[in-house]
């Protein structure tokens, strides 16, 4: 048994202090955040587990109070699957949306290729809460690159002429992947590596 032991807590610990384990956090770059976008760093986290082999950080950006983007930063010993990134996606969005009291429906997804050169998958919701309504994405992929595993989730309440232009402004790709909306948006320009 100590034969066995041994060499295995080496290798654990020639791992974590070889750097394999550090984040690289995916962001959105500044010159993106125009048009009243910030990045909010009082609301972003950070944090391990597993004895310091999962590593994860969220990322928070903000236009006034009609839209957000999450971008959370996953470092584990293997990357997540883009199937289980998307379902772990659709989950926070549910209970967050629950939390808000905002009804949901699923209207669409797909896949698209980012700035970064990833192919991502996305998912796309409606919500209203009675009085508003909601534009809902939560998009993810992985980054071999940096070995991260990476979770976005935006929402604008688009009965707000703002609101409308925040939507545009976070899905917008060269090729109108979402919506037909064509330009450089803060996801499509994340980057991760």
């Known amino acids: 048994m100590r034969r066995i032991f041994v060499p295995l807590v080496l290798v654990i610990f020639a791992v974590s202090a070889s750097g394999c384990l550090s984040l690289r956090e995916a962001y959105v770059p500044d010159y993106i955040l125009k048009n009243g976008w910030r990045e ?15 590593k994860w950080s969220i990322k928070v950006y903000e236009k006034s109070d009609v839209a957000w983007l999450t ?9 997540y699957e883009k199937k289980k990134l998307l379902d772990m996606v659709v989950k926070s969005i549910e209970r967050e949306c629950k939390d808000k009291e905002i ?17 991502s998958k996305f998912v796309l919701f409606n919500g209203t809460d009675g009085e508003n309504r909601y534009k809902i994405i939560g998009e993810v992929w992985a980054c ?50």
Not at 107 to 116: A, D, I, K, P, T
Not at 156 to 161: G, L, N
């Open 103 to 119: 009804q949901l429906e699923e209207v669409g997804g797909g896949s698209r290729e980012l700035m970064n050169g990833h192919k």
């Open 71 to 79: 971008i959370t930063t996953l470092k584990t010993l293997f990357l």
């Open 144 to 193: 071999a690159q940096s070995g991260t595993s990476i979770m976005c989730i935006g929402m604008a309440k688009v009965s707000e002429i703002e609101g409308l232009v925040a939507w545009k402004e976070l899905v917008r790709d060269p090729n109108g992947s979402i919506e037909g909306l064509k330009g450089e948006g803060l996801i499509y320009c994340a980057k991760c590596h």
């Open 40 to 54: 909010n760093t009082e609301k972003e986290e950070r944090g391990t587990g597993l004895f310091g082999f999962e």
